[in-house]
Each structure stands twice: as structure tokens, then as C-alpha cells.
């Protein structure tokens, strides 16, 4: 039996550049509140609470003052950068260099906008950190879509400027923009460059994990998939998984994995989300060791 984790599984520079300042913060000056999970991997942030890493929601920060805030990767709207100057907080900003890059856009986009009557649009998920982040540019404006169905929100008289979420599916952005452009030509007639600008604002560190993940599907018996439950990331890429290897599957740690799975496998893949520690994986590999009856090798 051969094991093989993954190597282009694990963070993204965004969730690791997150982590390592955190790590760094609380060792120089011990507890520090971080707004919202750090990672969507509870294993992770139990074991960042260990080391005195405490979860805040937004609700939590309006009560705070005189203390140390940590912004993590997914970024953050204006609003919360003014709350932390009226409360005297200081801010630890965490933001991914590529989210804070797509804000400044959105922001400049919405004010284009608004001189044409027009609409920014956000290929995203309703609520998720990020697009809280991105739609504040907008003053809350901008219309969120995820699924052909929210299409119905948009008013195609209007100039449209699509833009998507760091994490989204590639092909789900190219399938929402021809449904767009779709729309527009019915309403329309034809479609003009200064109705519709598409901005494919995908991180390509993510999106390239797809092309990666499929390969590495291909070459497993089976595939053990670790994430969070909560991690959009992860369901997409498990997703992919899936679609080239029928036993893959979804797991938070090895208290999940049934070892059932894993009969008849002579090679077994392990991979992850974004999110997803290489420790994690690395101790997935070690308990089906441990269970092996023969001696299976780790790569």
C-alpha cells in the first residue's frame, strides 16, 4: 500500500501569511481576539486557541476597547476599520495581499458605477467573510449571486460589472458571465462592451489547484479529501475529486475515515482545501499506518 499526500494541497499564502503572524503576535504579547475563524478548519483553530488565539463575531468587537484585533485573510469591510478607531483598537491586518488588490477594484468599479446608473455584481457566497469585505465597498450595493436562480435579481437595462470571489470555481464564473451576457442580448438586443465588464478575479493559486486536483485523482485508488465542513473551498475542490474519482471522500480527521474505504486500494491519495493544514493530512497518513496490517509507505 503506498500513501501519497498531496503536496500542492494545504494554505494558500493568504491563510499561512494569517497563521504565522498570528503565531507571532501571541508569542510576543500573549492572548489576542481574531474577528472571525482564522481558517475554516476547526482543527486548526482549536489548536491556535491553545496557544490563546480567541474567535470574535462582529457583534463581540462593538464591546471592545483598548486591546488587539486580528483581521484575517478573508479581509474586511470600511466599517470595521472605523469601529477599531473609535474603540481604540489596534489592528493586526492579516488580509490577503490578493483580497485587499480585488476591494481596491470594486471600490473603484462602484464609483464608476454610479456616474452610469449601473450595478456591481459579486459571483459569491451570501455572508461569506470575503464578500462581506467586498460588498462594503459598494456601501452594501452590490447584488450578490451564486446561483442561476439570483440571475433574477440583476436589471439587464442597466451596465453590469461582474466581479467574483477570491475562492470561487472557475467554471462556475464562466457559466454565470455567458448567462449574463445571455440575459443582456434579450433585453437588449445585442450586447454592448460599456454594458458588461467581467472581471475573472479568482485567486489563480486556487483556481490552478483544480487542473492539480484532477491529476492527482486520476492516480489514486482512493482519495481521502481533508477539510473543514464549513469551507467553500473544500466542497469545491472535493467536488472536483469526485467528479474523476468515484471513492473520494470527504473528511474533517481520521476520526472520521472508515477503514472499509480503503480495501482493495493499493494507492491512496490524500489531499485538501486551502484551508487545509499539511499536519492534518500528514496525521491522516499516519493513523492508516497505524491500522495497516502491512507496511504501507508515506510520500
Same mark, same amino acid.
Given at each position: 500500500?503506498?500513501?501519497?499526500?498531496?503536496?500542492?494541497?494545504?494554505?494558500?499564502? *493568504?491563510?499561512?501569511?494569517?497563521?504565522?503572524?498570528?503565531?507571532?503576535?501571541?508569542?510576543?504579547? *500573549?492572548?489576542?481576539?481574531?474577528?472571525? !475563524?482564522?481558517?475554516?478548519?476547526?482543527?486548526?483553530?482549536?489548536?491556535?486557541?491553545?496557544? *490563546?488565539?480567541?474567535?470574535?463575531?462582529?457583534?463581540?468587537?462593538?464591546?471592545?476597547?483598548?486591546?488587539?484585533?486580528?483581521?484575517? =485573510?478573508?479581509?474586511?469591510?470600511?466599517?470595521?476599520?472605523?469601529? =477599531?478607531?473609535?474603540?481604540?483598537?489596534?489592528?493586526? !491586518?492579516?488580509?490577503?495581499?490578493?483580497?485587499?488588490?480585488?476591494?481596491?477594484?470594486?471600490?473603484? =468599479?462602484?464609483?464608476?458605477?454610479?456616474?452610469?446608473?449601473?450595478?456591481?455584481?459579486?459571483?459569491?457566497? @451570501?455572508?461569506?467573510?470575503?464578500?462581506?469585505?467586498?460588498?462594503?465597498?459598494?456601501?452594501?450595493?452590490?447584488?450578490?449571486?451564486?446561483?442561476?436562480?439570483?440571475?433574477?435579481?440583476? !436589471?439587464?437595462?442597466?451596465?453590469?460589472?461582474?466581479?467574483?470571489?477570491?475562492?470561487?470555481?472557475?467554471?462556475?464564473?464562466?457559466?454565470?458571465?455567458?448567462?449574463?451576457?445571455?440575459?443582456?442580448?434579450?433585453?437588449?438586443?445585442?450586447?454592448?462592451?460599456? !454594458?458588461?465588464? =467581467?472581471?475573472?478575479?479568482?485567486?489563480?493559486?486556487?483556481?490552478?489547484?483544480?487542473?492539480?486536483?484532477?491529476?492527482?485523482?486520476?492516480?489514486?485508488?482512493?482519495? +481521502?479529501?481533508?477539510?473543514?465542513?464549513?469551507?467553500?473551498?473544500?466542497?469545491?475542490?472535493?467536488?472536483?475529486?469526485?467528479?474523476?474519482?468515484?471513492?473520494?471522500?470527504?473528511?474533517?480527521? @481520521?476520526?472520521?475515515?472508515?477503514?472499509?474505504?480503503?480495501?482493495?486500494?493499493?494507492?491512496? *491519495?490524500?489531499?485538501?482545501?486551502?484551508?487545509?493544514?499539511?499536519? +492534518?493530512?500528514?496525521?491522516?497518513?499516519?493513523?492508516?499506518?497505524?491500522?495497516?496490517?502491512?507496511?504501507?509507505?508515506?510520500?
Amino acid at each position: 500500500m503506498n500513501i501519497t499526500i498531496d503536496k500542492n494541497s494545504g494554505y494558500c499564502f *493568504g491563510v499561512e501569511f494569517a497563521i504565522k503572524m498570528a503565531e507571532d503576535e501571541m508569542e510576543d504579547n *500573549g492572548q489576542l481576539y481574531c474577528l472571525g !475563524d482564522i481558517v475554516h478548519n476547526d482543527m486548526e483553530v482549536r489548536r491556535l486557541y491553545q496557544k *490563546g488565539l480567541r474567535i470574535i463575531s462582529r457583534d463581540d468587537l462593538k464591546n471592545l476597547h483598548n486591546t488587539r484585533v486580528l483581521i484575517r =485573510a478573508h479581509g474586511e469591510p470600511p466599517e470595521t476599520y472605523q469601529l =477599531a478607531l473609535e474603540n481604540n483598537i489596534e489592528l493586526i !491586518d492579516a488580509s490577503c495581499p490578493v483580497v485587499l488588490k480585488l476591494q481596491n477594484r470594486v471600490k473603484h =468599479a462602484y464609483d464608476n458605477m454610479k456616474k452610469v446608473e449601473g450595478q456591481i455584481v459579486i459571483y459569491g457566497k @451570501e455572508g461569506h467573510a470575503e464578500v462581506i469585505g467586498l460588498a462594503g465597498q459598494t456601501r452594501e450595493e452590490a447584488v450578490i449571486i451564486m446561483t442561476d436562480q439570483d440571475l433574477d435579481k440583476l !436589471d439587464y437595462s442597466r451596465p453590469i460589472t461582474l466581479f467574483s470571489q477570491t475562492t470561487k470555481s472557475t467554471k462556475g464564473f464562466y457559466h454565470i458571465k455567458a448567462l449574463i451576457e445571455d440575459r443582456i442580448r434579450e433585453n437588449k438586443g445585442e450586447l454592448r462592451i460599456q !454594458d458588461f465588464d =467581467a472581471n475573472d478575479s479568482i485567486c489563480r493559486q486556487v483556481s490552478n489547484r483544480e487542473p492539480q486536483m484532477r491529476k492527482f485523482s486520476e492516480e489514486q485508488d482512493v482519495v +481521502l479529501f481533508v477539510a473543514g465542513k464549513k469551507s467553500s473551498n473544500g466542497r469545491a475542490l472535493y467536488e472536483v475529486c469526485l467528479s474523476i474519482n468515484p471513492r473520494s471522500y470527504f473528511i474533517e480527521s @481520521e476520526e472520521e475515515l472508515d477503514l472499509n474505504w480503503l480495501v482493495d486500494a493499493e494507492n491512496i *491519495g490524500i489531499c485538501g482545501a486551502t484551508s487545509t493544514p499539511m499536519w +492534518l493530512m500528514e496525521r491522516v497518513a499516519e493513523f492508516i499506518k497505524e491500522k495497516s496490517p502491512s507496511e504501507p509507505t508515506i510520500a
